[in-house]
Every structure is written in C-alpha cells, then in structure tokens.
C-alpha cells in the first residue's frame, strides 16, 4: 500500500511536470537569426512590440553559414525542423532562390501591399523578376578611426588614394629600434570584403558573372605592390589567420592601430570599446581611386524556407514583413550598427535620433547607394578562398606579385568553369 | 526421441540463443558503422547537391572529378598533408608516452599526481583545448610569444605562418595524447618479467640500455597497437583544425577530413565529399589490413 501511494505521488508530480512545461512551451513561429549576444536583448524586445509577439519564439542560431546547413539539413529530414523566418546572406539568395529552398514572396507582397520601393539592396534578393527575401541588414566595409588621436595630431583620414601616402607615414608611430608600435591602417585580410574596394576603385574586376577577372593586369599589380611595400615598411599590419579578427579589435582599443577596416555593423561595438578607453570613434568611407568611390556592401535578407508547410507561411511573412519594416529596421540599425534598409529610415524620428547621436554614421549613410554588391556565383565562396590567400602570400611570405596573381586567375578560371 | 536427435535439438536451440545475444550489438553495428558505409557509397554514385530539391544517379561521375578531374590536385594535396600530420602525432605521441611511462614507473605520490595531470588533457574536450592553445598560440597576445619575448626572441607565427601551423597542430594533439600513450605503456611495463630487467643489471646495464634493449622490444606488441589506434584516429582528425586553423593558412592543414566537410557544408557538394570519403575510407581500411598482416609475422608476443 504504501509503495502504490508513493508511485502514483510519482505519477502525479510527474504530471503536473508535464503540465507545466506544456504551459511555458514557446510560440511555434520560430525566428531564426545571427545576431550577435550583445544586440539580442534588444532584438527580443523589438520582436515583443510584434502583434503576434506571444506566437514567436526567437533563437540564435550561429551564424549566417550554419543556418543554412541547418535549414538544408531539415530539408533533407523532410522539412520538420525548418525555422519560420530565417536570414540569407546576400551571396546565396539566387542559388537557393534558383535551387528552391526559398519561398517567392511575391503572392504574399501583393496580399499584404508591402512597400519596397525605397528598400535598399531588393533587387540582389531578387532572381528572374520575383522578390526571395526582404532586405533586413546592411553593412558595409567602412573606416574606422581614432578621432581623438586624429585631432591630437592632425591627422586626416584620406579620402582619396593619393593622399594614402601621406597620411601612412603620418599615423604610424615607431620605437627607437623602428618596430612600429601604432600602425596607420590595420587590413582584415581573412575576408575579400575588406579589401575588395581596393580594386574596385581601380576599374579592376575581381571577378564578374562570367567568371572573368582583371586581377592579374598591370593596374591590379601596381596596387598589390604599392600595399605590400607599406607592409613591408610598416605602416600597414596585413591581417590573416587564426585570431587575426580579435587582434585587430583589441589593437584598435589600445589604440595600436590608428584606423582600421571594419563593417559597418561593427560601429557600436567599437564605439563602446573605445570609449571604455577614451578615445572617440571616426567613420568615413576608405580612399576613393581613380575609377570609382566604392565599397562592398553585403548584408542578409530574411527569407522563409520553400519547405516549410504551407499552413505556416502566412504567419511567417507576415512576422518577416514587420522585421524588415522600415521602423522596425531603422530601430535595430540604431542598436546594432547595421545600416537601415530603407533609403528614406534616416528621416524617421528613430533615424534622425540615431543620426543626432552618432553624427558619424552620416559618412556611411551619405554613400550608401554608391557601395557595391558582390557577384553572386555558386563558386564566389570558393573564389574568395583564393583571393584571400593569394594577398596573404604575397604581403605575410613575400611571394612574387606578379607570379602570384597569375596563380590566382587561373585557379579562379577553374573554379568557375568547374561549378557550370 | 532417440538421445542423438535430442541432442542435436538443444545444439542447435543454444546456438540460436547464442546468435540471439549478439543481435543487439549486430543491429548497431549495422545501424552506425555499415550502413552509413552503403550509404556513403550510394551517395558517391549521385549528383546530390545539398542545396537542391533532387538528385538522380550519375555513376562514377564524381570518381573522375576526383581522379581525373579538379578533385585530384586538392585530394592528394590533403592527403600528404594529412600524412604528415598522422606520422608527426604519432611519433610524438609514441616516443613521448614511453619516456614518461618510464620516468613515472614508481608508486610515489608525487608522481601518482603527475600521472594524473598528464593523462587528463586526453579526457578534457578537445574544442574547449583546441580555443585556449588558440589564445595560447596568439601572434600578438598569446601566452608562448610573451615567454619568447623574456628570452629576447622573436613573436613566432604559431598558427598563422605556412611553415609553423601544421607543427603546431601537431604539437597540440601530441600533448594531448601523449597521457593515454603513457598510461598504455605503463601498464605494459607492469607486465615485463623482472627477471628479464635483473639479469640485465647484473650483465651490468645502465637505465637507458635497459629502457632500449628490453623493454622496447617487450613493448612491440603495445606499440603496435597504439600505433595502429593513434594512426587511425590521427588520420581522421577534424575539431582541432576546425578551431585552430580551419584548414588555413594557404590550405596548409588543410586535412582530408576538413576537406570533405567543406565539400559537403560548405560547397554543398555533398556527392563529391561522398566520392572522396569513400576513398578515404578504403585507403585507411588497406593500411589496417597491411599493418595487421605485418604484424602477425614480426611481433612477438611473449613477454
């Protein structure tokens, strides 16, 4: 008697479990995003102020990469798992809009009347006429600086790449043994969008849709040892590898690199970094060249899986519609750095408060139309490998320029030809 | 019933009882090891790209890509490099694992807790190892380049220069392993006969002419067996250059394994990531055989 009392006390609290977990079961439409830890507090709050807020469940998910491998992998599982809303980086949206893994928006842009016509960056996630994703982050590859230093000793930050020379042999500091002690300019070397401006500005194709590429032509190479002879005296720190990210980071806040090279959805983080340190942070956009004044810009759109039951898409755009609004966007764009989607988000209340308190941001945002959006290839991830490695050679083990960019457009031809 | 037929009858009811208890680890050997091998095979045969809806059967298409195709320079590239990595880690797991199971073949205390501090990196994560030795191993900030600088050398590019980061992923997995190698060791050292070890004193053998005269030749059959365990596992290694080096820099450790999960997660090639795992598969399968083969004639067992 009293062993059956205690399993059915087990039996009850057991059930009572059951009961309760069911009743702090999250919303069943699940929002996938990449945000980093220091931005989703606010991004939870932003989705609350939702409608159907008590519907949402809102997960970090890794990065923009490992979403991808996740919402592939479910496809494979039989579509169970798929997130409702999910981000795509602008690189991929016409592979997988091509392929079917992102739904057509389109029917539900008409029911719903959503306004794209001053959204930023709409037609890179759109393919064959139809919109695959609504545009929700935008960064772009910016300058980074230290103002206060800057307006200590009169530095300028270039604005065009005749004036790089100068300003170089300004900003650098060095020890009496001539170890530069404060490069001027810090490259992230580990990711072409850092440095793909550089040719751009030029006239040089890194590669277009046709897989063609300039980047071993006599302009491309005139640059590349132009860059490597500053390296090699000093004035500019290359950097590539393991750790590469966190050493630029930390050598800007100490203030070991008086500029750096940085998307532009990293403003805040700097800015609070550096502020902890004393220093104020200057934006502008990097040198403009004899062919253009341009950078990369890259972001992600939030998409919804072509997978995902049919009975859930509805909930899904509608929660994908109010993410990419222009409050909405312009709301996160002033806590995280990202540039807001709508060309006219600057001239909302939100906007224009963002702007008043970070007056810097206007360098971006007055340029915003002239940065540049990368090809999209199957093989662009592959071709960016290549790039990346070729310049790391050259500037950090002293390859031959020339050699070496050679190397680079074949193997860049093959990968192309490789991928039809 | 004749007692021959009754016989027969439980002969054969407890060899099906017998055949019944191996049925589970039957089901899950199947489940994880055989089956996955079918499929990875069937999977080489398609034209499966993960980003897509379908795929349909392409026969030894992905074969030539990798033999006769772009595959071929990247395969046999991580290959060599996978090589190399394999004989470093072994041969510094190995000779290291010995020289401590010698040096700590006492029942001290002291040494009791050295055992333990050596041994227990091997049972610590390797993704929470692999991030400290990447801050360890830090060009600018890590903890090796500032003890370099006290003794006036230079910052050495640990994980970021194309002659060092293959050697210092190599050193990363030798200080990992070289615990389990020693406690391996040690305990086949409990097993040598000290008859063998005091005729050798009294013939008048130093410390070290008994460590290289008797005991490595009684320890063939465990150095064969951590040989063939550590090549094995070496060969297969994936979380350390997924942390430290992700296959960088220049592709230098750029190992078999690394590569085939870009293929598949990265390039979404998930037919040809197949084709050379398969590959893979079967070349590591012919060296367990060979080595096998080869030690049934030339290691002695009699301790």
Redesign the interface.
Known sequence: MKHLRKCLALALALLLLLGCTSALAEGPVLFWHTLEEMYREDLQKLVDQYASADKVTVEYQGRV?EIL?KV?AA??EGGEELPYVFPVHSSEIK??AR???VENLDPYIEKYGTDLDKLNMKDVYAYEGSQYGLTWTITGISAFYNKTIAQEEGITFPKTWDEMDEFLHKATKKDESGATTRYALWFPGWDSYYFTWLFWNFGVVTVDEEGNSTLNGEKAAEIVRQVKDWVDEGLIMWG?????S??MR??FWDAKAFAILHTSSQFKNHYDNMKTKGYEVGVAMPPAGDAANTTEVFGMSLCIP??LDESKKDDAYQLLQYLCSKDTDCAMASFTGFLANYADAMETETGKAFLAEYPEMANLYDHITEMTCAVQLP?Y??ITDVME?GL??IF??NADVQGTLDEMVDEIT?LYE?SL | MSVQTKNAGLKHRRRAFDFLCTVPALVLFIVFTYYPIAELLRISLTDWNLSRSSYGYVGLKNYEWLFAGRGWGQFISSLKITGLYTLGEVTLTLVLGLLLAHLFDRMTRWFNFMRVAIIMPRYILVSSTALVFMWLYNDLYGVFNYFLSLFGAGPVRWLTSRDMALTSLVLFSGWRMAGYAMLIYLSAIKGISEQYLEAAEVDGANGWQKLLHIKLPLLAPTTLFLTVTTVVSSMKVFQAVDILTQGGPYKTTMVMVYQIYKLAFEDHRLDRASAEGFVFFLILLIFTAITMKWSNRNVSYDA
Do not use: P
Request: aromatic share 4%.
């Open positions: 990469a491998q592939l496809n494979v592979n997988l392929d079917g893994v590539y590898g393991s750790g590469a966190s050493n930390s050598a072509a997978k093989c991830t592959a490695n790391a050679q950090l083990e093959g490789d």
